[in-house]
């Protein structure tokens, strides 16, 4: 049999140790945990010496860790034959009731591997898969991306038929997570072969990391960590006579590259010794892929909108069970606000999915800031992922840190982002990091060398870090448009210190009224040390479109003159994005932008002209699609005099129109006739009863589109969401910029 007691590795201490110090606990507090009466068993855990199996292994499932990356393999594997071939007669000596006994005693231990949930980042408790597990869906794998009509289908369905599988995926897309559930559905019989029911076989391939490459053997490993568990020789050959086991092999892409021909090898030997045996193996899309036989390559589905809200519902469950629902709900009206929808492009990826939650769980909000939330998103995925786990990758260039390959992402999102492109060849991105690497390294080396250097480099971020993937052959894009944003806005940010003067960012104030800028404008503001001259750009910017569109002089002058004979006590500023968004009939999101009081009851001044404003546009749109059912509705909004106190001479030309408009709908054969014939003259007599009424230009009220104003508006929208987002400006200066907004003529002055 094998030893009954189990030490730590020294690398296994490092690792037991950093997760214990991460605890905060104190040795005795830990054997609580445990439910040991004495600390001896701790001391001896960290002192390298050994332990009984069962409490080795409960210290390490307390401790958040997987015992066999602790163990000290060398310590038994001495003590215990390797399992060979026996004569058939030999498995005779293993009983049917034995065999049983081995079953579920590798089902418990499969079990007891997969119910954790292996998530980066600080959690005050561990996660089990039965609380957070969303469905996971496949597709056929494409190494050039998707086509928008391959079909999704649920993984365990589209793995089941196959005895040979490879499930690719991106960072954090959900690989180690739906081979967890496949074990647990496994050892449960719920996914069977063939009507049989297989026994699952969890490994993480990073494991074998550990083994030298003279003694590195897929089956003697396995052999040895079923020993380590209690088996005996005799159980494992009997094992593996039988055939009825499913390898689960998670991450090939954290196997060393130097492992991977060999591992192949191993893997379709033992296929080709064991024909009843079936193997899934997780990789990384646009990495190496082991070339066995039959393999049937799939990938993981990014995240829909059902699967993003119940992980977020479970996830805060999970955290929370007093409060989580709530939580959660409050945390989808959010995500789904207009505000986030780089946000919500995060959220199809579940790790980046997971650090919204959590970071929406500790402060009730997601940042107004979301540069930071970028940042970490992007720490976690360039390295802390993979550090908290234990994993080291080889790196073509060791010297290049953390900090290096933002600076190259940098260099290439700025590049692709000005340059309007999506896609980027394979030449032009090497040579633009080709050049980023000799910005950071100016040692002489060869045109040659620096080559290969950058398509290590370009490798990295496919396979390892995932920011980039190949769209077409020789084509590249980044993975998340919203990181290509971020790190353009970082490049330009970087610059800030050097850029005293408005006129020093008039290059980045010029893409202003670009919508697609919008985002980076944001975000470089946010980031920017010194933001005063930046936003002093961009407003000179908008008073520029102002100059260069003459049309728009009238409708500002008629903005100003409303704002400024409303008695209410608002921001003058938000009262003339209030009358900008009647115009446009966008809404009142300007006005409450920049002062929140519009939000609540509106006086009754401020409510008719709402009112009024929405009637002319209702209107129009009617009578560009005059059905009847929008015809009543226009005719029920006629009524203003139930909710207005309105002039005698007004209510009766409302009342006088309602009447032309309900003989109209009454007669509905001749409706349309009657809207080619009259319609206009109809909308033109409602426009005039309003400007009369009003006192207002009846041109500049309008219901036409008026591009030049839209995006007028857009800009002075994107100045005020600049203001919101960063935190260096003093409150006097940005009183002082808001009340320059919305103006026709120029009203403030900055160096």
Known sequence: ????????????????????????????????????????????????????????????????????????????????????????????????????????????????????????????????????????????????GQSLNTPKVHAPAAIQPHSRVLVLGGPGAGKTTLLQHLALEISAGRLQADSQTLLPIFLRLRQLALVPAADLNVQQYLNQRWLASGLSSAQIDRLWQQGQLWLLLDGWDELPSSQHRLVTQQLQTLLDTYPGLRVILTGRSGGPVPQLNGLVTLELAEFTAPQIERFVQQWFVANNPEQGAVLAQTCLEALHHPDNDRLREMALTPILLHLMCLVFSNSGQFPDQRSKLYQQALDLLLGQWDQQRGISRCQPLQQLSTTDLLGILCEVATHSFEQGKVLLDEAELLGLIARALAHRDRQVTTLEQRWADSKAVLQVLIEHYGMLTERELGSYAFTHLSFQEYLTAR?????????????????????????????????????????????????????????????????????????????????????????????????????????????????????????????????????????????????????????????????????????????????????????????????????????????????????????????????????????????????????????????????????
């Not at 189990?6 to 054997?31: C, H, M, N, P, V």
């Not at 919101?724 to 120029?746: D, G, I, Q, W, Y």
Request: overall charge negative; charged content about 20%; proline content about 5%.
């Open 491 to 751: 490049r330009w940010a970087l610059t800030a210190l050097e850029r005293q003067r408005s006129a020093d960012w008039a290059d980045l104030a010029a893409h202003l009224s670009d919508a697609r800028w919008r985002e980076v404008i944001v975000l470089t503001v946010e980031m920017a040390p010194q933001a005063e001259t930046l936003w002093t750009a961009l407003w000179q910017q908008s008073q520029q479109y102002v100059m260069a569109h003459p049309e728009l002089l009238p409708l500002l002058h008629w903005i100003q003159t409303q704002a400024e004979q409303s008695p209410t006590p608002y921001h003058s500023a938000a009262l003339r994005g209030f009358y900008l968004g009647l115009r446009l009939n966008q809404g009142l999101d300007l006005a409450l932008a920049l002062d929140a009081r519009l939000g609540m009851d509106l006086p009754p001044d401020l409510a008719l002209d709402l009112a009024l404003t929405r009637l002319l546009h209702q209107g129009q749109r009617w009578l560009s699609d005059p059905t009847p059912q929008a015809g009543f509705d226009l005719l029920f909004a006629l009524d203003l005099h139930q909710r207005f106190t309105l002039a005698e001479s007004f209510t009766q030309d409302l009342q006088r129109l309602q009447a032309q408009l309900l003989d109209a709908l009454e007669s509905q054969g001749e409706l349309e006739t009657w809207c080619d014939r009259f319609g206009d003259d109809w909308l033109r007599s409602l426009r005039h009863a309003i400007t009369a009424y009003r006192h207002w230009d009846a041109a500049l009220v309008d219901p036409a589109p008026c591009p030049s104003l839209e995006t007028y508006c857009q800009m002075q929208r994107l100045l005020v969401d600049c203001l919101r987002h960063n935190r260096t400006l003093t409150a006097a200066t940005v009183r002082t910029f808001e009340n320059s907004l919305l103006l026709p003529e120029v009203q403030y002055h900055h160096a």
């Open 1 to 144: 049999m094998a030893k009954r007691s189990l030490k730590a590795s020294q690398a296994g201490i490092s690792q037991a140790k950093r997760a214990f110090d991460l605890k905060g606990w104190t040795q005795e507090y830990l054997a609580a945990e445990v439910e040991l009466q004495t600390r001896q068993p701790i001391w001896k855990f960290f002192s390298g010496r050994p332990v009984e199996r069962h409490i080795f292994i409960d210290i390490c499932f307390t401790l958040d860790l997987d015992w066999e990356d602790i163990v000290d393999r060398t310590a038994f594997v001495s003590e215990s034959p390797q399992p060979s071939a026996i004569p058939q007669g030999d498995v005779e000596l293993v009983g049917v009731d034995d065999m049983a006994v081995v079953r579920s005693h590798l089902t418990t231990l499969a079990q007891a591997q997969c119910q954790l949930l292996e998530l980066p980042l600080d959690l005050h408790q561990p996660l089990t898969l039965a609380q957070i597990y969303t469905d996971a869906y496949v597709r056929p794998y494409q190494r050039f």
